[in-house]
């Protein structure tokens, strides 16, 4: 039972870190791999535990009856409960399986002419091995020396593999494979979620977003309204059967037109992404007059007429504007399967 208490304990302290560090990618995928670990060590426990109260009511029946029954209770109890925590916080299990799961696969790739499943084959067999080895020391009395072997050899595997193919810094909207990347320029149409924030909404609308032009941008005074942006999709007709995600955004943060407009207008600071109005994630913006920058989100799957918006939490204060948020350019990106 105490296994089980330490692995839902372990579940609750990674699952805080997480939320509090959710704009940080590689720390969210490192979250993602170890809130999987201890999943997989209390489905362990548990079934240990089980196992346990079963060998102890065969050995002696009538002695064990009371406590094997509180046993029993004990374990549904805390088998319901996790069900409920995973049904509660299955958007965010879910985000954190995705990342784990493509972090591990980023870092089990032995080439492009390799089969992604010898990789993982590799894996479970040095995992096994370990298993192994320190069965044959509890039970055989195996030197506990020879149970290093697998362990390094595992570590050694690993740490190879993270060198070589640096997973942290892997793009999740990077083509990959059978997969192709796009701005969705014609795809989406924009519209400010509170339009009446502004004087010179026609002179500076959600459009010029998605229009290719550093002298076009949107502006919106964030003391006024609730700054968001909404992207609509259109008909994804198109793209039947190539599983459309929506992972991220390119934005070119302030007015570009000129270095002074950039300098007289707030930019974009900390930004709330939904999709269909439930939130994905937080993302911080950098304050810098130079190319664009893309801010990578968990993939979303999206389908024709599903929206995703931006919302401005904060910003950095124009010189002249100190509330009046312009973005000259705001595109999702998305991915999909080729043909």
């Known amino acids: ?61 009538e002695t064990t009856t009371t406590t094997t029954s509180n046993a029993g209770c004990s374990l549904f109890i805390f088998s319901m409960l996790l069900l ?8 965010m299990l879910g985000a954190y399986s995705h990342a784990a799961f493509l972090f591990t696969d980023n870092l089990l790739q032995l080439g492009t002419a390799v089969s992604p499943v010898v990789g993982w084959s590799v894996l479970g067999l040095l995992v096994g091995s370990i298993y192994g080895s320190f069965v044959a020391w509890k039970k055989y009395k195996l030197s506990a020396t020879i149970s290093l072997i697998p362990i390094g050899v595992l570590i050694l595997f690993i740490a190879m593999l993270y060198l070589v193919n640096k997973p942290l810094k892997a793009a999740v909207f990077e083509a990959v494979r059978n997969t192709q990347t796009a701005y969705a320029y014609n795809l989406v149409t924009a519209e400010a979620y509170d339009a ?25 005074d964030v003391a006024k309204s609730n700054a968001e942006v909404r992207f609509s999709f259109k008909s994804l007709a198109d793209y039947a059967n190539k599983d459309v995600q929506c992972i991220g955004f390119i934005i070119k943060n302030g007015y570009r037109k000129s270095p002074q407009l950039w300098s007289n207008f707030a930019r974009a600071k900390g930004l709330a992404i939904k999709h269909n109005g439930s939130f994905i994630t937080a993302a911080v913006i950098n304050d810098k007059n130079s190319d664009s ?47």
Do not use: C
Not at 25 to 32: D, E, F, K, L, S
Not at 84 to 91: E, G, P
Not at 196 to 220: E, G, Q, R, V
Not at 309 to 328: D, H, L, M, P, W
């Open 293 to 339: 920058e893309e801010i990578k989100i968990t993939p979303v799957p999206i389908s024709s007429f599903d929206n995703v918006s931006v919302n401005i939490q904060s910003v950095y204060e124009g010189e002249k504007y100190a509330t009046r948020v312009a973005i000259t350019e705001l595109v999702p990106i998305i991915q999909y399967k080729k043909e």
């Open 196 to 220: 009446t924030n502004s004087n010179n909404t026609a002179m500076y609308k959600p459009a010029f977003l998605l229009d290719s032009s550093n002298k076009t941008a949107w502006i919106t």
């Open 84 to 91: 409920a925590l995973a049904y509660v916080f299955k958007n």
């Open 1 to 61: 039972m105490k296994h089980i208490i330490r692995a839902i304990f372990l579940l609750i302290i990674l699952y805080i870190i997480g939320n509090y560090y959710r704009q940080n990618a590689a720390i969210v995928n490192i979250i993602g791999v170890l809130l999987i670990i201890a999943f997989i060590y209390l489905l362990f426990a548990i079934i240990f535990a089980i196992g346990r109260a079963i060998r102890a009511r065969k050995e002696a029946a």
